[in-house]
């Protein structure tokens, strides 16, 4: 398990190709094949930062859209 551990932390993707793969998966939208190979590259550190980070941009998005729409409804 320790050897695992270890293999896992020394994987070659960089966070920016970590951040492409969330960034996908948010959309659901994966080959089989880029699936398999990320699997092999991503190190899992970086997948849960990046998913964390992909859902704050996603709220932050969804807030000043609402704030936006509230805003032009109340003023109009």
């Known amino acids: 398990m320790n050897d695992e551990?270890?293999?896992a932390a020394q994987r070659k993707a960089s966070f920016g190709?970590?951040?492409?793969a969330?960034?996908?998966s948010f959309f659901g939208v994966?080959?089989?094949?880029?699936?398999?190979?990320?699997?092999?590259?991503?190190?899992p550190v970086?997948?849960?930062i990046?998913?964390?980070l992909g859902a704050a941009i996603f709220i932050a998005i969804l807030v000043t859209i609402?704030?936006?729409v509230v805003a032009s409804a109340?003023?109009?």
């Open 5 to 7: 551990l270890k293999q």
């Open 17 to 20: 190709a970590t951040m492409k």
């Open 22 to 24: 969330v960034f996908w």
């Open 30 to 43: 994966r080959k089989r094949k880029d699936y398999e190979s990320d699997a092999a590259r991503l190190n």
């Open 46 to 48: 970086h997948v849960i």
């Open 50 to 52: 990046a998913g964390i």
């Open 66 to 68: 609402v704030k936006l």
């Open 74 to 76: 109340a003023g109009g």
